[in-house]
């Protein structure tokens, strides 16, 4: 702020000037209402402001809103019935089941693709030969790239394409089991028993997106001086001692950062468990909250209870970032105040 | 800016402080989310206030018996399913060629529910909805929302014939909630169980006319290295269907009204016990192929279709068309009704499942409600029907439209055969449509099929779902006798 007036009385503030700033004389007291400042704050501050209010916070506001109705979605009519909709949902053993499903997936989905993408991150940037420079294993660019590949493709693609795979009569997976000779994977359904459904699903997520956490971590540790790793490397310290040590240490925010990335993900999976098990997977094994909204909202017409379950799980993904927060708190991370 | 010619105006005029400025800008701001969506919100504004006052029509009489206006474009959203939109299309023309300057606009659509629910909110829905599909609207949520259409039944149709006179018994009934005739479900659906009667030949094979004779020929099934039955993980309750009809065939009108209106254990009638007792001694003898719970559907009948991996399959009418491109050559399919559980059940054995399907609806604040209704007369004309007939190889509920060589199809004849040897046995049910309850059953469905779930915890999983329904106070029920 205080810059633009210094900047505004270098203008001619000639009184009538036709292309002039503004309407008419300026004033040195305020002096700071130039069209530039003007326009400024219209494009960086209200336009922004306004579309997020628009498209961001009002629709929050909207389900709120429906949450608290009985509205069917198809007409224009509704009663508000207060917080009825949220004791149902508590005793709704389907809502229930899916938010078992959705906190499986909150769980697992971020801690294995963080375990394997980090391990990949360390090997490719400083889990090379033990003399000499510090350097990833031999041939990491083409690892780099090739770990990328699954993130290039869509949600829906990797979800329909590890189905065709997983076919129990004509997919790869059987195919290369029954041809190793274990002739029990015959026709053995993948997404259609309750024990493997849910692994398998968290499994195609994870491979879906480990290459890009990969790269995120690399370009982390590729910002970890290099004379760090030297200094412990003379020290004595071996590669799980310096990953340990060193590596884990100087990048806890960026691993925080993915936690809570992954989870948002991890707790809305819609796309991938519609392509994959579209019916709930065996027993409803695989059903998550996102899944059992759609189906509130369109299939029996329920838009006000739909609003609800968006809304529990709005705050079921604010408790696991929150949680997240804290736990690498208690851990010893970067306080608000810097680094502790 | 008119300031440049009158500045001695801008001096009047007191200058914007900064204060006030920014204040504009935020209340602008704070505003425009309040207010724009005020307009396009959800529930905000609609259309209902005009509902009542009907788009001008034009005049009334045999050839446009509900007014259509002139120039009018028919807005018509079409489920693009096993049987496409073209037939829409067709009637299209022909209504365009009925009254010169009208046209009809087809937009396919296999997300009904999601497309149409926020043109259903703001008023604007379209003039004829082809409600069908996975994604298809509830009707229970928009009954009060669409045209009663009984007066295109006693209207008549394109060659003059009143158009009750051409339909086929009983197919109004699927589309009639309460005392409303909300829909009109254009293709005659005969449910059934599905063969290929080339490798039945072959074979010397005959298809079971009762499950114990089904469950003899999965044993010849096996020896010749193939299975009776398979399935596929979206369309396992197709044996729920199956189960059901064999019961309600068995058991009579009382197994079905149970179902049909929710009452506490219907699923444990000794007719449907019967029946899943004798389907739970076919899946343990090993004679369903596995993995069907892990198979998209399409791949699992193409299995059947294609590869002939098992012999039968139980499906509605529909599967000839949507397997078309995956079928043998030579294939021959052929149907015959559910099988019956006993040598003497209440029902004749030709008794047959049959109901109208694909329901067409009307809003009644499109905005042209009659040029909604004239496609679906246009659409019932014996030049349409005859069309539809010929390119999808499936019955309409208009009558005596299929010839006895069926279009070159066995499956059609044999549907035809099947309807005509049934008479006047014929039932359907529609509680599972109805209540939306499919989505539920199908994962109860896959493991049952699997061979993990027992008949007890069948009947007592469907049952839960049932009594959870019928006890729910804000699902709208509707009664069945």
Redesign the interface.
């Known amino acids: 702020m205080t810059a633009i007036p210094g900047a505004g009385q270098v203008l001619p503030a000639g009184e009538g000037a036709p292309a002039g700033p503004g309407r008419g004389p300026r004033r040195g007291r305020l002096g700071g209402w130039s069209f530039d400042t003007v326009s400024f704050f219209v494009v960086f501050l209200g336009l922004p402001l306004a579309l997020f209010l628009v498209f961001v916070i009002w629709p929050f506001v909207q389900a709120a809103f429906y949450a608290l109705t009985n509205w069917s979605g198809f007409t224009t009519e509704f009663d508000i019935v207060g917080l009825a909709n949220f004791t149902t949902l508590l005793q709704d053993p389907r809502f229930v089941n899916a938010v078992g499903n959705s906190v499986m997936f909150g769980l697992f989905i971020p801690l294995i693709t963080i375990v394997i993408a980090l391990t990949f991150a360390i090997l490719i940037t400083v889990g090379g030969a033990g003399r000499g420079q510090i350097r990833g294993v031999r041939g990491s660019g083409f690892y780099r790239v090739v770990s990328l590949f699954p993130y290039v493709i869509p949600a829906i693609a990797v979800g329909i394409m590890w189905r065709l795979i997983l076919d129990p009569s004509n997919g790869l997976v059987n195919g290369i089991l029954t041809g190793l000779g274990l002739d029990r994977f015959q026709s053995f359904a993948w997404l259609g028993n309750v024990g493997t459904a849910m692994p398998v699903t968290m499994f195609v997520v994870v491979w879906g997106f480990v290459g890009f956490y990969m790269l995120l971590f690399i370009a982390a540790i590729k910002g970890v001086p290099s004379e760090i790793y030297e200094a412990a490397r003379i020290d004595g310290a071996g590669r799980w001692r310096t990953s340990w040590s060193i590596t884990l240490p100087l990048i806890r925010d960026n691993v925080q950062t993915a936690y809570i990335y992954l989870g948002i993900i991890a707790l809305d999976l819609f796309v991938y468990v519609q392509a994959l098990n579209p019916q709930g997977g065996p027993d409803n094994s695989t059903l998550v909250m996102s899944q059992q909204l759609f189906r509130t909202a369109f299939t029996e017409g329920k838009f006000g209870y739909a609003s609800a379950m968006g809304v529990a799980m709005a705050i079921v993904t604010l408790v696991f970032a929150a949680l997240v927060f804290t736990v690498n708190r208690l851990a010893g991370g970067r306080s608000e105040r810097g680094r502790g | 800016m008119t ?2 010619f009158t ?1 001695d105006q ?2 009047i ?1 007191p ?4 204060r006030s ?2 204040r504009a ?1 935020m209340y ?3 505003a ?3 207010g ?2 005020l307009a396009a ?3 905000g504004g ?1 259309g ?1 206030e005009e509902a009542t006052s009907a788009a001008p029509g034009g005049e009334m009489d045999a050839k446009n018996p509900f007014g259509m206006a002139e120039n009018t474009t028919v807005d018509a959203v079409i489920f693009d399913g096993g049987y496409g939109v073209d037939y829409v299309e067709f009637a299209g023309t022909v209504l365009a060629g009925l009254h010169a300057g009208s046209t009809v606009k087809v937009s396919p659509s296999t997300q009904i ?2 497309e149409l ?1 926020p043109r ?2 703001g ?1 604007n829905p379209p003039d004829l909805v082809d409600n069908s599909g996975a ?1 298809s ?2 009707f ?3 009954l ?2 669409l045209e009663d259409l009984t007066d295109i039944i006693d209207a008549p149709n394109v060659e003059g014939t009143t158009i009750r006179d051409t339909l086929y018994e009983g197919v109004l009934a699927p589309g009639t909630y309460g005392d409303k005739f909300a829909a009109l479900n254009y293709v005659l659906t005969v449910y059934g169980v599905w063969y290929s009667g080339s490798l039945f030949d072959k074979n010397g094979w005959t298809p079971p006319a009762t499950w114990e004779e089904a469950k003899a020929l999965g044993a010849e099934a096996k020896k010749a290295g193939k299975y009776l039955f398979l399935w596929g ?2 369309a396992a309750t197709y044996y729920q269907t199956l189960a059901i009809e064999s019961a309600i065939k068995e058991g009579g009108d009382e197994v079905r009204l149970a179902l049909e209106n929710l009452k506490p254990d219907c699923w444990s009638n000794d007719s449907l016990q019967a029946t899943f007792t004798i389907m739970k001694e076919i899946i343990d003898a090993g004679y369903f ?8 559907f399409t ?1 699992a009948q193409a ?1 059947w279709s294609n590869k002939q991996e098992a012999l039968l399959y139980p499906s509605g009418s529909w599967i000839e068309n949507e397997m078309k491109d995956q079928t043998a050559s030579d294939f021959q399919m052929k149907g015959v009704p559910s099988f019956s559980v006993t040598a003497s059940p209440a029902m004749p054995a030709t008794a047959l499942h049959s109901t109208a399907g694909e329901p067409f609806i009307v809003p009644s604040q499109a905005k042209s409600v009659a040029g909604g209704k004239e496609l679906l007369r246009v659409m019932l004309s014996k030049e349409a029907a005859t069309n539809f007939s010929k390119t999808k190889l499936a019955p309409t509920i208009v009558k005596d439209i299929v010839p006895a060589d069926g279009f070159g199809s066995t499956a059609l004849v044999s549907q035809t055969e099947m309807l005509s040897a049934a008479g006047t046995d014929i039932f359907t049910f529609n509680f599972v449509n109805t209540y ?1 309850m499919n ?2 059953q ?3 469905w ?2 049952f099929l ?1 061979g ?1 779930k027992s008949v007890a915890d069948l009947t007592k999983e469907l049952q839960a779902i049932t009594d959870r329904i019928a006890n729910d106070d ?1 699902i709208d029920k509707i009664e069945v006798s």
């Open positions: 300031s440049n500045t801008s001096n005029t200058q914007p402080s900064r400025v920014l800008v602008t701001a704070a425009v989310p309040f724009l969506p919100c959800a529930t609609g209902g529910a999601t629910q259903f909110v008023g994604q609207i509830g229970n949520t928009i009060d929302q993980t979206e192929k596995p993995g069907g719970s892990g198979t998209q791949a299995q939306g989505q539920e199908l994962p109860i896959n493991s699997d993990k804000t």
